[in-house]
């Protein structure tokens, strides 16, 4: 529901055409899918700084 008003108010309100709404969902979707994958890195990095996982890692990568 809250998807169909989003499109209503580009319309309506914006007076944005339908091509336009498309590209505005598209790169609503880009966005998001960003924002869930700079959150990974972040946590990835986060546990990188652990003093502890960087020896182990260390480690691992001479022995493999």
Request: hydrophobic letters at 45%; zero cysteines; charged letters at 25%.
């Amino acid at each position: 529901v809250s998807h169909a008003l989003w499109i209503r108010t580009l319309i309506e309100d914006l007076g944005i055409n339908l091509a336009g709404v498309e590209v505005i969902m598209r790169m609503a979707a880009r966005m998001e899918d960003m924002e869930r994958l700079i959150g990974e890195m972040q946590a990835r990095l986060s546990g990188a700084h652990n003093p502890r996982r960087g020896v182990a890692r260390i480690t691992r990568n001479r022995q493999g």
